[in-house]
């Protein structure tokens, strides 16, 4: 399920990163701040440090380009020991993004882009053209976006310039401090699918920190959970540690989300999706209903010149014009291939629709997913976590072997009779459990 | 110096939008940028009103007449500019390194120290530095700087200060040096701080720079002064406001240079 294990053909210019017992002690300080860390991070791959704040896992990824320097202990990227390098040399070849991007306000963002192939000595034109590959690769259109400030784009925008800005010397290596923190729930997702987009393409190491467990497992082809002073609990992929917890600790941090957690591993591409007629703006509308009804389908996908969905009408809808229109349905849900079942729900329900269009890594749709194949997905799994469990139901059950009270889940306001007698109640359960 | 070369350098790419972003700019304009040429323009068509309708008495004339005047004003012009050029070169670099980790932890005795020269009287000050200096225009001038370092100082460390720290740390992480970093992010982003600074030092120098009379350097204050002691009221009256318009006239100098420094990004 790993995207590694998905295109084994896959081109990696990334670089391993070794941590050899690093350790991080403040002066000051009795307990290190990170005591002992070993990790390897295979090339290519995105590693996600999550854990609870104050648990040492920024101050590790600073640690991997010295904005932070060990106390003690080595650290190897691509076999090289960086503790022994210029800190300024090396960090201009590693990529770095932090939370809203940390774009330099008084800089467009072309010469943001520029700033390290300029300190590099890069020619002008070659910067250039380097600066527009890069939006391109972010999504961003270089004519629109080039000249822009920071302040007149969106977060997530800037966010997007930021990953540019940090691929710009095509580093090996890229580090995101909790890169996706500022922005709303629906740009993080296309952020995160953009990432992974990227990754695919382009098959860098990835060290991502984040506070968001879930974002972790969706990310990470390996995610690392710390605890206080950078004790590692578990450093496995994410169907490991949902499945099998190494501490009681990481059985706490991943919680009961774990439950429904199997959509947070399973993406859209994992789910069979269903084929889609699409029809180009301007097509005339007899033929896209020809082929619309040839293939059994009610309703087409408007694309424009790249195949980007822009709206989804029924055929009685497409025949009221004479031509294929280029209305944008601003509510259109659209997940990638890449997306988890997750986001997708979040995406059907964000839009009160029953399906949502799927889409490859440049936004060309490439199918439909129903939520009936996601609740599928969730049924498979929960009569699979069922199956694990006592087979008790209503006809097996032995009248009177149970003394569990009725469970109280909801309470009313306080103050009604309702609540007051909720009350001791919720006391029991804790007590039915240890006997 | 970098900051007035980044906005020029970008806007060159986008030569058609250009045109209209001036215009849009200068439809933005804060209200002081044309309000106080408006009081220096009517302030200063009074005056020159008066002063060519006025009969001057020949104790008048030898103050007022063209030729003296003219080399009053320009001395003290000489008096501010050569003050100001020399705090300047003080404040600017000693309020770097005082914001430098190494140096932080002196700021506060620096501040201090500089506090303690514009908190000590203007006239006092330049009185005092006569003992050690003697009298004329050398000795004016270190009195006007000593008293003139505050506000440049504490407006650079400030305007250091409030640049966010991410955004130093984001310069860092991607590989620039600690002098690059201050040179190309943190200066232009402190400048509009930094040159209020300089603008309020200019406007503070300007008017302390009448009081270097009492210690025999020529300025607007000669005017004041002498029209003090030999009651001649014109004198007195041309006096305050050739320095009150001098002051206008470089505010505002100060505040289009402001506007011009800053990157188009912070406005």
Known sequence: MAPAETTPERHVTGADIVLDSVV?????????????????????????????????????????????????????????????????????????????????????????????????????????????????????DPREFAHRLPKDMSGGQQQRVGVARALAADPPVLLMDEPFGAVDPITRIRLQDSLLAIQQELGKTIVIVTHDFEEATKLGDKVLILSAGGHVEQYATPEQILTDPATPFVEEFVGSGAKLAYLTVSRVRDVSTQPVTTARVGEPTGEVLARAEAAGHTWVVVVDEHDRPRSWPTLAEVRSKPE??????????????????????????????????????????????????????????????????????????????????????????PGTAAAESAEPESAEPGSAQAS | MTATASPARTTPAAPAAAGSALARRLARLPMDVWFEPLIIVVLGVGYLLWYRSATLTPTEQASLGWDNLQTTILEHVKLTLVATVIVVALAIPLGILLTRPALRRLEPIAVNIANIGQAAPAVGLLV??????????????????????????????????????????AARGIGFSALRTLVQVELPLAVPVILNGVRTALVILVGTATLSTFIGATSLGTLITTGVTLFLPKLLVSGAILVALLALIIDWLGRLVELAATPRGLS
């Not at chain 1, 295979?42 to 999550?50: N, P, Q, R, S």
């Not at chain 1, 009248?399 to 909801?410: E, K, M, S």
């Open chain 1, 24 to 140: 991080k002690r403040y002066r000051g300080q009795r307990t290190p701040a990170v005591a002992r860390l070993d990790l390897a991070i295979a090339a290519g791959d995105i590693a996600a440090f999550v854990g609870p704040s104050g648990c040492g896992k920024t101050t590790t990824l600073k640690m991997i380009n010295r904005l932070i320097e060990p106390t003690e202990g080595r650290i190897l990227i691509g076999g090289r020991d960086v503790t022994k390098e210029d800190p300024d040399t090396l960090r201009q070849g590693i990529g770095y993004v932090i939370q809203s991007g940390g774009l330099f306000p008084h800089w467009s963002v072309a010469k943001n882009i520029g700033a390290i192939p300029r300190v590099l000595g890069w020619d002008r034109k070659r910067i250039a053209e380097r600066t527009e590959y890069l939006l391109d690769l972010v999504g961003l």
């Open chain 1, 324 to 413: 294929i229109s280029d209305y944008l349905d601003r509510r259109l849900p659209v997940v990638a291939r890449s997306s988890t079942l997750n986001d997708a729900l979040d995406a059907m329900l964000a839009t009160s629709q029953g399906a949502a269009l799927v889409t490859d890594g440049r936004g060309a749709v490439t199918g439909s997913l129903s939520i009936e194949a996601v609740t599928e997905v969730i049924r498979a799994k929960l009569a699979e976590s069922r199956g694990e469990q006592e087979n008790l139901s209503y006809e097996t059950y032995v009248p009177g072997t149970d003394p569990t009270p009725t469970p109280v889940v909801a309470a009313d306001e």
């Open chain 2, 128 to 169: 005092l530095f006569t003992f050690w200096l003697g009298t004329g225009f050398r000795t004016a001038v270190v009195g006007l700087v000593v008293y003139a370092v505050l506000p440049i100082l504490q407006n650079t460390i400030v305007g250091l200060r409030q640049v966010d720290r991410r955004t130093i740390e």
